[in-house]
């Protein structure tokens, strides 16, 4: 199924860069949509409440402008939505989100069919993140235009499905877009991700580790420090939703990696974002398992340079 018209020959490489709590900003949004893929950020990144028009008319603005400067064309942006009880600002922030008219809303947690409601009004799209079908299947009922699976292996709130099992699944009963998630962090694994089925790759912790992120240096660096994927850690104690976090970072915080202890999952905290006295995302850093294959902090618009050609390179060899 062709991608929303939103997207239409506005997308250099078929990515999504995925909403980073805290590291998400303007500027990572702003470079990543010039650079040719779909910027994001938490509609909570925004604080207080009144910085979020600010964010969005921001975004706009400088977008707007440049397309006018260039004759290029600027990827869409999204905000992503934390749809959870927690989350006191979610009317004001969709309020936001359908004044200024925001292309594309990323849900989290739960796809309200009132948030579908919203973006469909103005023409916005919904893509929902999900880790197994039966959250699929409630999200297609609530009017979703497309499907995340964030798979085994992705940075922060993750799943434990494979995306070879989850996403032909997906397939058994959704035509729609799937932008799909899990240690993607080079030009090949994107061209994979379409060959499993998915549409778009959905990339969150490659971009972590560059110059636009609004991450202090001491994460990027772990995350370029970071051997392989075994540097990660899957746990729920943070925020009381499994997650995968970088076990350096947990030692830091002066946690024992290999001896957490299980979060309650009913005092799940998004609005302060932990439960512990060391909090997610500030202290305990999320990664995914694709932290291996990440070894410097370039701009934007250089890595997706990098990525162009891996993708590029990565089709040819295989037609070949």
Not at 58 to 77: D, N, S, V
Not at 80 to 96: A, G, P, T, V, Y
Not at 179 to 195: D, E, F, P, W
């Amino acid at each position: 199924m062709p991608l929303p018209k939103v997207f239409e020959g506005r997308m250099r490489l078929p990515v999504i860069g995925s909403p980073l709590f805290i590291v998400s900003g303007p500027e990572l949004v702003i470079a990543q949509c010039k650079a040719g893929i779909v910027g994001s950020f938490p509609a909570l990144n925004a604080r207080p409440e009144p910085v979020l028009e600010e964010w969005i008319v921001r975004i706009k603005t400088e977008l707007a402008q440049w397309e006018k400067q260039t004759g290029k064309k600027a990827a869409p942006f999204a905000v992503n939505q934390i749809c959870h009880s927690s989350n006191d600002r979610l009317k004001h922030d969709m309020d936001m989100c359908t004044k200024h008219e925001v292309p594309i809303i990323i849900t989290s947690l739960r796809a309200p069919k009132e948030i579908v409601e919203s973006a469909h009004s103005y023409g916005g799209v919904v893509f929902h993140d999900i880790i197994n079908i039966r959250h699929a299947k409630k999200a297609v009922d609530e009017g979703v235009d497309g499907l995340i699976p964030v798979c085994a292996g992705a940075g922060g709130h993750a799943g434990v499905m494979s995306p070879f099992a989850l996403v032909a699944e997906l397939r058994k009963f959704w035509n729609g877009p799937i932008a799909l998630s899990g240690s993607i962090a080079n030009g090949r694994s994107i061209l994979a991700a379409q060959a499993l089925g998915a549409d778009l790759a959905y990339m969150g912790t490659r971009f972590i580790a560059t110059r636009e992120a609004n991450a202090p240096a001491q994460y990027k660096d772990a995350l370029i420090d970071a051997a392989s994927g075994g540097d990660i850690v899957y746990t729920n104690l943070f925020t009381g939703v499994h997650g995968n976090y970088l076990r350096s970072s947990v030692v830091a915080a002066g946690l024992d990696p290999d001896d957490l202890p299980v979060s309650d999952k009913s005092k799940m905290n998004f609005g302060s974002g932990g439960n512990t006295k060391a909090k997610a995302w500030r202290d305990i850093w999320g990664s995914g398992q694709g932290v291996g294959q990440i070894h410097d902090a370039p701009t934007v618009e250089e890595l997706i340079s990098r990525l162009e050609a891996e993708y590029r390179d990565a089709r040819q060899a295989l037609a070949a």
